[in-house]
């Protein structure tokens, strides 16, 4: 077995560079110590990576930093991309969420020096999970980052698909005196914007290397646009565009403490916040030949039974100008102490996090829309087109626009803490060819919330107390009235009702009032908050750009408080213990571990229930085996297997109980339905096993091979059943509580089988030139009932993927392109946007460093250079007439932004 021996790994790059590496001073006969020389770089931390590889008893890949602060991407799930199996979403154009081997990025396991950060993502739309943002991680801090494809007992549990491991750099692993710093332009195709970056690192250790502190800091600002066309059908569609400026800062301080050989104590101290404050723009191009509005549509015009084609009604404008953040921290401290034959480890902690929408607002066209005579769409060919026959989308300014009340007026914060303690024990034992036996306990204490505010104003303080007053007038006329057609032999059915209501003067007075008081509070003059026009769609459009800061603060001017949404109220308190036992053994040709982890869960949603504070509990335990072995079938040639049950908790949004009482008090007989989440969720388990070949058959070189197959079971879905009103803690009217409730609650389902092929080539050819190429197959199939759509196959998973990557070095320069490509794949979310297929997607990334002097360098990054398009079709496996969701429906398409970054970098 080759291990990274630098002196080694020196003499051979030497040679087979023909001298582009810096000469090596060899040892003389008369035992003159060797000068160590390491190889840097692109090849020195390529051969790092495959060193760990090489050397780990699991199936590992791994991403080394080249230098202090150099790792390969700006954006570390970017970097993650290009491990084979590993994909990457990036919505927003940068990498926030990572998948392994198809199961999702909900079945991603991300730790921080071993252990699980809080995390809050900024997306008014973003439910609460448990996967972690890359979006708030810079680059800078990382040092490396292995990927664990394979399980081992001493590996927390949480990962489906796989688990990162981001490891931080220590002081002591480092020269004293260590002096890092990086000034960077940024430039996005998007936005036109340049921003500046900065980052910085400082590490000392005293003259015996018994203590250290490293320091290092990152600033960042990005002004970021996404274009697009979008459909919410049947209804509208049109351009969109959607602006966002992003402050990125993060410190990082680590103590380390090594008074003996045998011991060593670091402590951790990390803060990362985000500023993501944002405004979504749209000119919504309504429909005049809708399914619902009464027309009847030629089929010619329609895919798979929505319409496509026709008549357009009016031009309707909007924004939503919103302020978000999103923060965490971390503190921790581990010590380790080494004796004879044994090793000990404890590591404490916490982590929160804040984030969320602090403040969103609505404003759209106070005309009501404008028609376009004469206008028609066509979303044939792929595409969303329209001919406006001479209207100007980008002269288009309504007179007014009127600001949203209630849910549209509001903030929706999140928080996430975790506590956590682990204690580790290795012994060496000689048990035949078992070498090592290490036990350990982790114990955590998890809760995370997620609250929705709606802010009050003058409008609602004085339309509030009349509505209320008129209300009652109206409801005690309306019960006489009921009462006398009764009594007179004729009952007021509910039409008759409805129009008692509707023509009674308390009613008409309170429109009125309602309408006087909107023109005082709620109307604006849109002149006055103007501010241009903004690319919108994809296609090269403008429409009208408001002031979002203006527009924010005379929103605040008419704020009088705000009132929580108690039906919006969502908790849970979670605690999970895990203890695992683990031997590791070590033959002549054969290396490996096996073990077990015994996990329990308890976990309680907090939730409001009729305005009282209610609690849900539920527990549940797993056990879970595990083994890895790696036999040298030659010197250079590993044969890798694994099998292992693994598991992953589910996501809070689904286990928030909070149920929502529809269609109560609305005056229609049997539609009452009790929505409602379920604490009680098993875990996500899986069945996985794995086999494959690794040939290293040059130095920094392999070809690999391998096949996994993982059966996940327990995928949410919803049940339905039927209740009575008395089974149900909700109080029906009488002429209601006869029809009782469709209750329907998130419950586990179906399973679903995953398996690939993963193909690995790299290669050091000696002469300054590499090149990195894999591909992955992955064929996913579950039940068609799992999710709702009725597609058979998981959420984000890619059937083919690959990566091209080739590199040029010398001691003055290094070049590197790649190229990362995935086939279509299912993106699923709650709510509006809902389900839809995202086409295939490529990504040309470069990267080119200049070392001016030994101690300056200059860097060129450029991130998606072709910048092509997303593109997202509707995908239900069966027609869906009358939703954008019936297959081949074009449901948004988005501009991709190109980004450059321009630095120099130095160090000391």
């Known amino acids: 077995m080759l291990k990274r021996n630098k002196l080694a790994l020196s003499i051979s790059a030497a040679v087979l560079s023909g001298g582009l590496m810096a000469p090596l001073a060899v040892a003389q006969t008369s035992g003159e110590a060797l000068e160590e020389v390491t190889v840097t770089g692109i090849r020195g931390s390529l051969q790092d990576a495959l060193s760990t590889k090489r050397d780990s008893y699991s199936i590992v890949d791994a991403i080394s930093s080249e230098d202090i602060g150099k790792f390969p991407d700006k954006n570390v799930a970017e970097s993650l991309q290009r491990v084979p199996g590993v994909t990457i979403q990036r919505q927003f154009g940068e990498g926030a969420a990572v998948s392994i081997r198809g199961a999702g990025n909900d079945l991603t396991l991300t730790t921080l020096n071993g252990q699980n950060v809080a995390s809050t993502g900024w997306f008014v739309l973003e439910p609460a999970k448990r996967s972690f943002n890359y979006e708030l991680l810079p680059s800078e801090l990382v040092g490396n980052i292995k990927v664990y494809k394979s399980s081992q007992a001493d590996l927390a549990e949480g990962g489906i698909g796989g688990t990162v491991e981001i490891e931080t750099r220590k002081p002591l692993d480092l020269d004293s005196m ?50 697009g066309n979008e459909a919410f059908w049947e209804w509208g569609a049109g351009p969109v565009a959607f602006e966002q400026q992003r402050e990125r800062s993060a410190v990082s301080a680590t103590f380390q403490y090594q008074p003996t050989e045998n011991l060593d104590i670091v402590f951790n101290a990390m803060n990362m916040e985000m500023a993501a404050d944002n405004t979504n723009y749209a000119l919504w191009l309504t429909q005049g030949n809708c399914g619902w509005c009464g027309v009847d549509v030629d089929p010619s015009d329609q895919i798979n039974g929505t319409t496509a084609r026709g008549p357009l009604n009016v031009a309707y404008w909007q924004a939503r100008p919103r302020e978000a953040t999103m923060n965490s921290d971390v503190y921790d401290l581990k010590t380790e102490y080494t004796g004879e034959g044994y090793e000990l480890s404890f590591q ?88 090592a036996i290490k036990t350990g306990i982790k114990r955590t204490e998890h809760n995370t919330t997620s609250r929705q505010f709606f802010f009050n104003n003058k409008y609602n303080d004085a339309y509030d107390p009349a509505a209320a007053a008129a209300n009652a007038i109206v409801s005690a006329d309306l019960a006489d009235a009921v009462s ?20 009674h003067p308390e009613t008409i007075a309170l429109a009125a009032y309602e309408q006087e008081l909107a023109n005082q509070y709620l109307i604006l003059d849109t002149a006055s908050y103007a501010d241009g026009t903004i690319d919108a769609g994809a296609g090269g459009y403008k429409i009208l750009k408001l002031d979002a800061d203006k527009l924010k603060n005379w929103a605040r001017s008419i704020t009088t408080g705000k009132t929580e949404d108690l039906g919006s109220y969502s908790e849970i308190d979670e605690t ?76 809070y949004v689904d286990m928030y109980v909070n149920p929502s009482p529809i269609g109560a008090n609305d005056e229609q007989d049997n539609n009452q339905y009790w929505v409602a989440g379920n604490v009680g969720l098993k875990p996500f388990t899986a069945n996985q096993a794995d086999l494959g070949i690794e040939w290293y058959f040059d130095e920094g070189s392999l070809l690999s091979a391998g096949v996994f197959y993982k059966d996940v079971a327990n995928f949410v879905t919803i049940s339905e059943y039927q209740a009575s009103a008395g089974e149900i803690p909700f109080a029906l009217p009488d002429r209601e509580a006869a029809f009782g409730w469709t209750v329907q609650e998130k419950d586990n389902g179906e399973s679903a089988k995953i398996k690939g092929i993963e193909l690995g080539y790299q290669q050091d050819f000696g002469n300054g030139f590499g090149s990195i190429v894999n591909y992955t197959w992955t064929d996913t199939g579950t039940g068609k009932d799992t999710f709702t759509d009725g597609n058979p196959f998981l959420s984000d998973s890619s059937k ?20 990362n490509w995935r086939s279509e794949y299912m993106i699923r979310e709650s709510g509006s946007y809902g389900n839809r297929l995202n086409e295939d997607f490529g990504s040309l990334d470069m990267s080119a460093v200049w070392h001016a002097t030994d101690n300056v360098d200059v860097k060129l990054d450029a991130n998606n250079l072709l910048a092509e398009d997303a593109v997202q079709i509707g995908n239900n496996s069966e027609n869906a007439p009358g939703t954008g969701f019936t297959p081949g429906f074009p449901l948004y398409e988005y501009e991709t932004a190109r980004r450059v970054n321009l630095g120099v970098s130095a160090k000391f």
């Open 348 to 435: 404490v902690g916490k982590t929160t996090s804040t984030g969320g929408t602090d403040f969103e607002m609505v404003v759209e066209d106070g005309t009501g829309g404008t028609p376009i005579p004469g206008g028609s769409y066509d979303f044939f060919g792929g595409g969303q087109n329209w001919d406006l026959n001479g209207f100007d989308m980008a002269g288009y300014v309504p007179s007014t626009v009127r600001m949203g009340s209630g849910a549209t007026f509001n903030e929706t914060p999140k928080t996430d803490d975790e506590t956590y303690f682990q204690a580790d024990a290795k012994f060496d034992v000689e048990f035949g060819a078992i070498n």
């Open 800 to 819: 083919n993927v690959y990566n091209l990557t080739g590199y040029y070095e010398n001691e003055m320069v290094s070049v590197r392109l790649a190229y």
């Open 576 to 651: 999970n213990t895990a203890l695992y036992a683990m031997a590791t053994f070590d033959a002549d040709r054969v290396r490996g571990n096996f073990g077990i982890r015994y996990v329990t869960t308890d976990a309680t949603s907090t939730y409001y229930l009729d305005g009282q504070k209610t609690k849900t509990s539920a527990d549940y335990a797993e056990i879970l085996p595990s083994f890895n072995l790696a036999y040298d079938l030659a010197e250079d040639l590993i044969l890798r297997t694994s099998v292992a049950k693994v598991m992953a908790r589910p996501q």
């Open 178 to 227: 260590t002096l890092q710093g990086s000034v960077e332009a940024s430039r996005q195709s998007d936005s036109g914007e340049t921003d500046p970056q900065f980052s910085g690192l400082g590490s000392w250790k005293n003259d015996s290397e018994t203590f250290g502190v490293l320091v290092s800091a990152v600033s960042q600002e990005r002004h970021l646009q996404r274009q």
């Open 484 to 503: 006398a057609a009764e009594a007179s032999g004729t009952p007021m059915s509910a039409d008759d009702q409805a129009a008692f209501v509707t023509s």
